[in-house]
């Protein structure tokens, strides 16, 4: 049924994005296996996507060998695609700049991004943010930050150090929010974290609510499924919503089988009336495990502006 479903889909999808997060590994040949498991199925789907959106966790550890090569592994890979790529940094990216915080910060994979041509990450280091566009809808993607002399870095949607000299306020959030609610279109978002109501950490993200009435869906990443020593209670949760909002967040991780449960990424479909499909993938056993069709309109901004006043 799901693959018929997503046969269908394709067939009336306008636009039509893989998103996927969370390879992080500490060792090459792990991310080799993970990678190659994802890219083979992307290829025996016959690569259904016109963007490819990363959030987040590509690499892991200190090793500045091994974070090179992780880095080229994945160039390759996925630049042999010849798709544009949307990268919102995680957590996992700062490893190396948290190990070495006397020296100025390093990045590997954000910085490879953010020089790849047709590739696009935040401009600067210490951008929250960066706005894209899927056809005529709004993308914002939610980024981990870190200050350009690593005086401050934000991972975990918190401040993990140097919170006297963090420049943000929540008056630069509400900034953000009100940029947003201009937009006139559907909104999507993306982050590495979800808000609040997601699996995992949401505090500084929880700045940005309430989220305006043009908001539709958030992809985050971050809380690998399967993964029961963080996951916890919601080790199998997919869906959920934002706490005080109708609108769905959707857990795309993780692009591996180690931590996680398996190689896991999601399929996202824009159709031109407006509506979405969204088709979760196990690369592992090359199946679509579920469809989930989000209401075309969600409720009015209401009650969750009532909330947060």
């Known amino acids: ?25 500490g060792n090459p040949e792990n991310t080799r296996r993970c990678l190659s498991s994802g890219i083979e199925d992307f290829h025996l789907l016959g690569c259904p996507a016109e963007q490819i959106w990363y959030l987040g966790d590509a690499v892991e550890g200190a090793d500045p060998e091994h974070l090179k090569a992780m880095c080229a592994l994945q160039e390759k890979a996925f630049g042999d695609l010849s798709i544009p790529l949307c990268y919102a940094t995680g957590n996992h990216d700062y490893d190396y700049s948290r190990a070495h915080r006397e020296q100025a910060p390093w990045m590997p994979f954000y910085e490879m991004v953010r020089d790849h041509p047709g590739w696009h990450t935040a401009a600067h280091c210490d951008d929250f943010y960066f706005r894209w566009q899927l056809g005529s809808c709004p993308v914002y993607f939610l980024c981990d930050h870190i200050a350009p ?68 869906i958030h992809f985050y990443g971050h809380s690998h499924i399967g ?35 398996h190689c896991r990424s999601v399929f996202f479909h824009l159709y031109e009336d407006g509506n979405m499909g969204i088709f979760f993938r196990n690369h592992d056993t090359h199946r679509f495990t579920e469809a989930y069709f989000p209401a075309r309109e969600n409720c009015p901004e209401g009650w969750s502006e009532k909330r947060f006043k």
């Open 227 to 261: 993964d029961f020593v963080w996951g916890k209670k919601d080790v199998y949760r997919r869906i959920c919503w934002v706490d005080w909002h109708d609108i769905p967040q959707i857990d795309v991780s993780s692009f591996e089988n180690i931590r996680g449960e």
């Open 1 to 25: 049924m799901f693959d018929f479903l997503y046969q269908q889909s394709l067939l009336r999808a306008v636009h039509k994005v893989w998103i996927l997060s969370d390879l992080q590994q």
């Open 149 to 216: 002399d690593n005086s401050w870095c934000v991972t975990h949607s918190a401040v993990r150090w140097g919170q006297e000299a963090y420049p943000y306020t929540q008056q630069n959030a509400q900034q953000l929010r009100s940029l947003m609610a201009l937009e006139t279109q559907p909104l999507i978002t993306c982050a590495h974290y979800g808000f609040s109501g997601c699996n995992r950490d949401h505090a500084l993200m929880d700045n940005l609510l309430p989220l305006p009435a043009t908001a539709r």
